[in-house]
């Protein structure tokens, strides 16, 4: 069992690990948006926006429904919004962290 959650693990992983895709997962975090939206949001094509789309879909991370001819796209749970925030936060401490590092040697090397 373990295996096959950390196999899981890592496809959720690799599916998450795209820039236009996170970003797509940002604008839905207060809501559900057509492609139309996210187009204009992202700036990125409706083609490669629909790519997107229909592979967090088949993976899980995003529910459909179709309002006459538009189809729009939610979360699918909230918790996967969750897990991106810690990632991120992580990340910004992260670079803090170097910040503080790369300023200190810079103070130091300038007292040399």
Request: proline residues 2%.
């Amino acid at each position: 069992m373990d295996k096959q959650i950390f196999q899981r693990h890592a496809e959720f992983c690799q599916t998450l690990a795209n820039p236009t895709r996170l970003e797509i997962l940002s604008h839905l975090r207060d809501g559900e948006k057509c492609v139309g939206e996210l187009v204009a949001l992202t700036q990125v094509s409706q083609a490669n926006i629909s790519q997107h789309l229909a592979l967090l879909r088949s993976k899980g991370l995003l529910t459909t429904r179709r309002e006459g001819t538009s189809i729009y796209y939610r979360i699918a749970n909230p918790k996967i919004i969750h897990a991106c925030d810690l990632i991120r936060q992580v990340l910004i401490e992260q670079a803090a962290e170097h910040a503080q590092v790369v300023g200190a040697k810079t103070v130091a090397r300038s007292r040399q």
